[in-house]
């Protein structure tokens, strides 16, 4: 298999050029997320063209492609996110971001490309036995897109038997790709915590309750819950990002607003830290005789690499590249991803695609100065595509 890998590759890099103009354009031209109208339309033309079942408008702006090709019942499903980041470009490229403080500092209009790339290898020489579908997600950056998708019945109208996606990873050569089992990355949740007090004249704090206090406790109570509520074998994060209140320094002011960042890596811990930040904020407020409000909002789960489709990644990865340029994962990392809520529904496996190291632009992703490796978009491709021709042509 190493050997009709290695020539998949090079018929990829017949065509790379198109899909390489594909992504600059998307990257010129970058949408947020549930705005990706001008990348869905291109996205779904291109499918079209290729011969795609396609349905638009799946979630939003999310995009479906479906080949289906003999007769076995096998299905399997490919993710790319579509969405931008509200940072302003200053990289100076030709291709540089034409929006205002919107740029894809992240690389999903890298994704987005080798999922295209991957589809017209597929449709043009692909071989194979079943039903492909191709998911383009929009809103991944903390919207909330892939639980739109799901509600909108992807699985129940594009069933899939395992799904798989990719995140380019700077740092990682070009050519090297890394996963793991099991989890793979943390859950996160935003939490606003608003204390509300009784506004006051900063001579006279004894007519008023002041939330600026009792939001100052809650932040140094809130300390306490990982290193005395979690396992010590078990990473979380509790992250207070932001605190706002008042706007004077002789004012006692009405509220004071927390903000916190959330994370956890199996679903007992993110489940304990929520309860606790909830019982420690109310308690808290209630000491200082103040009120707390709290919006805790799931963003994504642990993300879990299901151990079938993380073997079917390896063995696919290995015959494409060789094993020495198989990065097994010694841990989990804390950052998140959205595609936790489709593993958590369909058995399915994340894997980090080299995007170069800094001799290679391996500038870090949600940065300003960031850019999409075009040197990886032909790897990514490459392993889309033997992951269907394995899944969908196994006995």
Not at 284 to 298: C, L, T, V
Not at 325 to 334: F, G, H, K, S, T
């Amino acid at each position: 298999m190493t050997q009709d890998l290695t020539q998949l590759v090079a018929e990829i890099r017949e065509s790379e050029a198109q899909f390489i103009a594909i992504r600059r354009d998307i990257h010129a031209h970058p949408e947020l997320g549930f705005t990706e109208t001008r990348t869905a339309a291109l996205v779904a033309s291109r499918l079209k063209e290729w011969g795609y079942d396609v349905t638009e408008g799946v979630g939003g702006t999310g995009v479906v492609g479906q080949l289906k090709r003999g007769t076995s019942s096998r299905t399997i499903g490919l993710r790319a996110d579509m969405d931008a980041l509200p940072i302003q470009e200053t990289t100076g490229l030709p291709y540089a971001s034409t929006v205002e403080q919107t740029m894809h500092a992240c690389g999903h209009d890298g994704h987005t490309a080798i999922l295209l790339a991957a589809a017209y290898q597929i449709a043009t020489r692909g071989e194979f036995d079943g039903t492909l579908n191709l998911i383009f997600q929009p809103a991944e950056e903390g919207l909330g897109g892939a639980t739109r998708m799901i509600e909108d019945g992807l699985f129940t109208r594009f069933p899939c038997d395992q799904v798989f996606a990719l995140h380019n990873a700077p740092g990682l050569p070009v050519g090297y790709f890394a996963l793991r089992h099991g989890c793979s990355m943390a859950s996160s949740d935003t939490v606003t915590i608003t204390v509300t007090g009784k506004g006051a004249h900063g001579a006279m704090p004894q007519q008023g309750c002041d939330p600026v206090v009792a939001a100052a406790s809650i932040v140094m109570a809130l300390q306490t819950i990982v290193a005395r509520n979690v396992d010590p074998a078990n990473a979380a994060v509790v992250t207070v990002g932001a605190i706002n209140a008042g706007t004077a320094a002789n004012v006692i002011p009405e509220t004071a607003t927390l903000k916190l960042s959330v994370r956890a890596l199996n679903f007992e811990t993110r489940d304990t830290l929520e309860s606790r930040i909830r019982s420690i904020a109310q308690l808290q407020a209630q000491s200082y005789g103040a009120r707390a409000d709290i919006d805790y909002r799931q963003i994504s789960r642990p993300l879990i690499n299901d151990r079938n489709a993380t073997d079917l990644s390896i063995s696919v990865i290995e015959a494409l590249v060789g094993p020495q340029r198989l990065m097994m994962m010694p841990d989990a990392v804390m950052g998140s991803e959205d595609f936790s809520w489709m593993t958590e529904k369909v058995p399915g496996c994340y894997v980090m695609l080299g995007n170069g190291v800094e001799s290679q632009g391996g500038c870090a992703v949600h940065n300003p100065a960031y850019d999409f490796n075009d040197a990886a978009l032909s790897w990514g491709a490459a392993y889309f595509v033997a992951l269907t021709q394995r899944y969908l042509t196994a006995a």
